[in-house]
């Protein structure tokens, strides 16, 4: 809105040159989300306390986690808020690349208050039934795959860069659209399934944005793009306004979702959160460079199917003492803070790896 409304009056007035800067704008859509979170956090865990909207631990966990319960859930409505309405302020809405990152992350938001709706107010433990929850986000991946390939050259739009590797590409032609769904399905489900111990989740999504945010400035940068041997996506540069949104509102509710949590964002935030995760990565042509920056969630991922497939073929032995990942720690003597703490520096790590193979490209 900012762009729109005061970028014209540069041509009378220098002072709001200022904002056509990407840089700009996106240091003050992290500066603006941070605030938003700051300000209403306390408020809104207020809120969910006098509504009884509490977290319901599943028993089936670790059983100290059983203190949890109660604990404000659903705040990944403040999550949402922080980061949308930054977005709005700072970012060129007539950017197409911009509007399609705020439908994934309300989408698949919604289909996450939803099922949280039905865990704690209708008292559902399950939620959401599975089979309804995967045709929405099948249905965001459609959608989003077949804008890009439809609405665009799609000879272009279905290639994908090779990490670590110069000038290699996959052409998936008709199969972009189905890599569009599994990427983004996957990505909001493994997010979701790293949201299990306070502050992990959003943690190591406000690390992954923050990389993906440096990546869509660079691939929005004719100059940067060329020096880096990147595709240059003009539009993709205005992504980093949204990325550096998502990197305040995470920052700002980590404030109050570090261990000892005041509240959870529940899958409210989590599903957005991959689910936006994915479509940036989708939309600077890195998806699978998302395998490296989101290492962790792909581990906690393949945690569970593995353990669910070892379960079935040797008739009930486990490959890990619990699944997810960061509940096999727990279990092996690890403290919650150690495996947080301990899953960030990895993803520290994996980011840092992430990022270096831009340049060896």
Same mark, same amino acid.
């Given at each position: ?44 865990? !207020? ?14 966990? +670790? ?8 604990? +404000? ?12 309405? +930054?977005? /709005? ?34 008292? !559902?433990?399950?939620?959401?039934? #599975? ?14 795959? %077949? ?58 999504? %406000? ?20 020096? $880096?041997?990147? *595709? ?33 964002? #529940? ?21 699978? *460079?998302?395998?490296?920056? #989101? ?17 079935? !073929?040797?008739?009930?032995? !486990? ?15 690890? %403290? ?12 520290? *790590?994996?980011?840092? $790896? #992430?990022?270096?193979?831009?340049? /060896?490209?």
């Amino acid at each position: 809105m900012f762009y729109h409304l005061l970028f014209p009056l540069s041509e009378h007035y220098a002072l709001f040159n200022v904002f056509k800067y990407i840089t700009f704008r996106s240091a003050y859509a992290t500066v603006t989300a941070l605030l938003i979170s700051f300000i209403f956090g306390g408020w809104v865990i !207020r809120k969910l306390e006098q509504m009884q909207i509490g977290e319901t631990i599943d028993t089936d966990g +670790p059983q100290h986690h059983q203190k949890k319960s109660g604990t +404000p859930t659903m705040g990944g409505v403040l999550v949402l808020t922080a980061i949308v309405i +930054p977005t /709005l302020l700072w970012a060129d809405l007539s950017n197409r690349m911009v509007l399609l990152a705020l439908l994934g992350t309300v989408w698949m938001g919604v289909i996450g208050f939803i099922d949280d709706y039905l865990k704690v107010v209708k008292k !559902r433990p399950k939620g959401m039934i #599975g089979r309804f929850k995967l045709v929405g986000q099948v249905s965001y991946g459609l959608i989003l795959g %077949s804008i890009l390939y439809f609405g665009g050259n799609g000879d272009f739009v279905a290639h994908t860069s090779v990490p670590f590797l110069k000038d290699v590409f996959i052409n998936w032609g008709w199969f972009y659209i189905p890599l569009v769904i599994l990427v983004v399905t996957g990505t909001s489900n493994a997010v979701n399934l790293a949201d299990g111990l306070d502050g992990l989740a959003i943690g190591l999504s %406000s690390l992954a944005f923050a990389g993906y945010a440096v990546i869509a400035y660079l691939t929005g940068h004719a100059v940067f793009a060329d020096y $880096l041997n990147l *595709l240059n996506l003009p539009e993709a540069g205005e992504l980093t306004v949204y990325c550096a949104a998502v990197v305040g509102a995470g920052i700002g509710f980590l404030w109050f979702n570090a261990h000892p949590a005041r509240i959870f964002m #529940g899958d409210t935030g989590s599903l957005a959160l991959g689910g936006a995760l994915g479509t940036v990565a989708i939309l600077v042509k890195k998806e699978f *460079l998302l395998v490296v920056i #989101g290492g962790m969630f792909v581990a906690e991922a393949l945690s569970v199917m593995a353990q669910v497939t070892w379960f079935k !073929r040797t008739g009930g032995k !486990r490959l890990f003492r619990m699944a997810p990942l960061h509940h096999h720690f727990e279990l092996t003597g690890w %403290s919650e803070t150690q495996v947080v703490v301990r899953f960030w520096i990895i993803g520290v *790590l994996l980011l840092l $790896l #992430g990022m270096s193979s831009i340049k /060896l490209q």
